[in-house]
Each structure stands twice: as C-alpha cells, then as structure tokens.
C-alpha cells in the first residue's frame, strides 16, 4: 500500500475517490470547507446527516477525484478510536464497492487529541478494511473482479512514523486472517510447521524448532497424540523464539490452540457445527502471526510462540470415550467427550513450557468453548488468569486495541467437576460453567507460573463480516498481543 502525506489540499495527488468527514450536525470545519459547495444540495436536502457510519456518494466537477464519499463521524463528543476504525471501515467497503483503487483521505481534527493517535485509528480502519480473500473463487471472480486500494493520500497531516508501524501490524492482521480462512486441506499441520520455519529468513533473531511425531512419541506427549490418532496429518509442536532483548531475563510465552480441522472425534459435531471447524486452528495462528510482527517491528522482547498442531478427525484409531491417557507431565486423563480436544493438545504444550522454556509469564489463545460465545458474543473474548497483574496488562492492551477482552472467574470449587474415578482429571465438567472449567482444566498443567487463557472462540470467526472485518475471520488477538509486547519493552517483573 502506497500512502502519500499532504498537508496543503490543494497539492494532494489525483485519486479514484475523496473521503470528507462529517461531525453529526453537519458543523463546517476547516476539512470541509475544501469542498467549496459543492455538497451544498445534498447537505441541503437532509439525505445525509453525519451519524456515525453514514456515508453520501457524490459526483464532483474539476476536482482532482471525480467523486466524494461524504463519511459521518457522528458527535464530537463521542467520538472513540474504535468508533473511527468502524467509520473509515464503512467507508472503504463504499469505495472499494465502486472498483476504486486510489483515495484521499482529509483527516479530521479533534482537540485534545494527539495526531497520531487520530491517525492510527483511522489508519487502522482503512487498512484492516483494505482485504479480500478471494483466492479460492474461480468463475465469480473472472465475472466480477474485485480490487483493493492500492493508494492513500492522507490530507492534513505531515508523515509520520506510525504509517509503517501501523502497516506491519495488519500485515500481521491479514497473515493470521489468510491462514484461518484457508482451506483445512490446505492449512494443514504440516503447513504451519512449514510456515514456522519460513520465519528463519525473516530475522536473524528468530529461531525455529519443529518437534514431530517421532519425538511426541518419546517425549510421551500422549494427550497430543491421542487427539492425533485418526488424522491423516502427523501432528507437530511447533516452537517460534524471537530473542529481540537478550540482555532481559524476561521470556513471553504464547501458546495457541492449533486444531487444523475439528469433527468432533467419537463425540462427533453435527453438521452446523462443523462448518466453521477450520477456524479451530486461529489461537495457533494468532500466536505465529504475533511473535512474526514482533520481529517485523523489531520489539525489544523475549517471545515464543509455542502451538500443537493436528487435526480431530472420527475413524477406526479414534481416541475413545471412557479411555484413560497420559498428559507430557505425567497426569492422567479420562475422557469424557472428545470433542473438548483443544484443552487436551494444549495441556501438553503448557507442560512442555513450563518443563524446558523458563517462562516468565504465559499466555494461551484457543477458540476452546461455545459457551464463551454464549456469554459474550462474537465480540469478546474472555480472559482468566492466576496472576492479577498479567490480566490487568492484557485488560490494558484490550482497551488500547478495542480487541475486548472481558475478565473471568476461576472458582476452585469448579474443579471438582473434573474430578475423575480412575485418572487424575476428565476432561470435560459439562455444559455449565464450560468456559470456566475449560480454563481451569488449563490451569492444572502451569503450576505456579504465571499465566493468562484467553477464549477467543467468539471473536476468532465471526458468524458474518462485520465493521472492519471483510470475511469471518478477524485476526483477532493479533492486535492485543502486539500492544501488550509494546509495553513490556522496558521489563518490571509484575509480581
């Protein structure tokens, strides 16, 4: 993506479209003055009002672009960073309904607000918005191409360093988007173990180990390989380390959920339920993508990303209900629904962090629960934690981000729900509380590190494109993470 930066309007570039923000009332600023009447009449008639989101095409004579997108903002005194992100998504998905490939962009002013702050919530929006994946269509795409921008001339500001920043962290947003929406057939683990070590060669602070089958076999990684056993794919442990400050004893563990394709097993999901079972794979993806834009970014930290990936298939090798296996740590497991896999791979990989990697903190990310999406919807995630600090340094990175994150219980008495006869845990407590008893099933595979669980089962794969989000998948999490490497730059130990 192209952007170009202008202070003066009279000397912006030529460009397919103009975007002119509104404030709800329709207050004339010294953005809009630009347009020099020639969205009088449409002002005039009250066909657009400036509420937020709302959009006015018009057709200009002699300008520069041969058409103005009018945007509502919507009141001043309302106005948020996400509310931006939103406004200037809307407008993209206008423009880029018209085939257009260029825009210029006058940017708003808000007093008390720092300029870069406002043109990162924009920038944001335009670029999380500027995305298609498109690259399975076959005859509907020759019929009806489709573009995106490749050029942004942003009025009233002068360059500033935030563009390149703000666009390798979509980048990194679009990466973890390509990989969920990919097919299952294709994103296979092997696939990502491939992926993993493709990051070799984008920094020399990267290091990349793959474990594979043969290795989780002598390790005795057997929750793993138990989810493993009717797959057609060999599963794998992927491990990603960027040692961006190796003067710091501080060391970020992140650890996603990587379940490629997920039927279900024994406990086979019905067919609506599977649907969107390639999705189950985001908390790996998320993962990945954020220790990749953590080096993009050159962030002075000490991350890893840490994902077991496999698929969850039904066959004659099928783990089995009522069957008994043995955690990497050594803890037994009975099992009582094979469709709770993903706690299942993850509490191996936990193990395997807790056991070799010296973390100071750990972070897990897994689309884990559907009663995650039943308590909070599609736009939230829940986080529980043991260690108050950590969450509140998460909550902060949610609010910085507008990746919402909303803080979760773990009640101990819950843990009597996987209390098992012949092992020493089920893996499943039930319907209610599952999001909680999922976390706390974690929980019993960290020991006393600190650590954060974040259920992104609602936000990872929407039920339909929303807001900034052109397909069901989002990247989200992605975002969040990045913000909370950010500011643990400069490390203090938060116990």
Request: proline letters at 3%; one cysteine or more; charged letters at 25%.
């Amino acid at each position: 993506m192209k952007t170009d930066f202008v202070l003066d309007f009279e000397k912006r570039k030529e460009a397919d479209f103009l975007v002119v923000p509104f404030w709800e009332g329709l207050e004339e600023t010294a953005e809009t003055k630009c347009l020099k009447g020639a969205a009088n009449a449409a002002l005039a008639s009250g066909d657009f009002k400036g509420k937020k989101g709302e959009t006015l095409l018009l057709y200009g004579k002699g300008e520069k672009e041969p058409r103005f997108l009018l945007l509502g903002l919507g009141k001043p005194q309302e106005v948020t960073a996400e509310s931006l992100r939103r406004c200037f998504g809307n407008a993209v998905r206008a423009v880029l309904s018209k085939k257009a490939k260029s825009l210029n962009v006058l940017f708003p002013h808000i007093e008390k607000w720092e300029k870069e702050k406002v043109f990162s919530a924009i920038y944001e929006g335009i670029l999380l918005s500027n995305y298609k994946f498109n690259r399975l269509k076959g005859f509907s795409l020759k019929e009806n191409p489709e573009t995106l921008l490749e050029k942004i001339g942003c009025i009233g500001l002068g360059t500033t360093a935030w563009a390149e920043k703000v666009q390798m962290i979509v980048s990194g947003v679009h990466y973890v988007r390509d990989l969920v929406n990919g097919n299952a057939d294709d994103v296979n683990p092997k696939m990502l173990a491939d992926e993993a070590l493709s990051f070799e060669q984008l920094s020399s602070q990267i290091k990349v180990t793959i474990f594979d089958k043969k290795w989780l076999e002598k390790e005795g990684m057997g929750l793993l390989l138990a989810v493993n056993r009717s797959s057609s794919f060999d599963p794998f442990l992927i491990q990603v380390s960027y040692k961006g400050n190796p003067h710091s004893q501080e060391h970020i563990v992140l650890v996603g959920k990587g379940v490629t394709y997920d039927t279900g097993g024994l406990s086979l999901k019905p067919t609506d339920g599977m649907l969107t079972m390639k999705c189950d794979m985001a908390g790996a993806a998320t993962v990945l993508g954020a220790v990749r834009t953590a080096a993009a970014l050159g962030l002075k930290v000490n991350v890893t990303a840490v994902a077991p990936v496999t698929e969850n298939c039904i066959g004659p090798t099928s783990y089995k209900l009522g069957d008994v296996y043995r955690s990497y740590l050594g803890k037994t497991v009975e099992i009582n629904n094979t469709d709770a896999e993903g706690r299942l791979i993850l509490a191996d990989a936990l193990g395997y962090v807790i056991r070799n990697l010296n973390p100071t903190s750990i972070i897990d990310l897994a689309t884990l629960t559907g009663g995650m999406v039943i308590a909070l919807g599609e736009e939230m995630a829940g986080v529980f934690s043991n260690h108050d600090a950590l969450a509140n340094e998460l909550m902060e990175a949610s609010h910085s981000t507008d990746e919402l994150l909303w803080k979760m219980p773990l009640n101990e008495d819950y843990k009597d729900c996987l209390k098992s006869d012949i092992a020493d845990l089920i893996n499943s407590g039930g319907r209610d509380a599952s999001a909680m008893k999922g976390a706390l099933f974690l929980q019993e595979f960290v020991g006393s590190a600190h650590w954060a669980h974040l259920d992104i089962a609602g936000p990872a794969y929407l039920s339909k494109p929303k807001y900034y989000h052109p397909t069901k998948a989002t990247g989200y999490g992605l975002r969040l993470l990045v913000d909370f490497l950010r500011k643990k730059e400069t490390y203090t130990d938060p116990s």
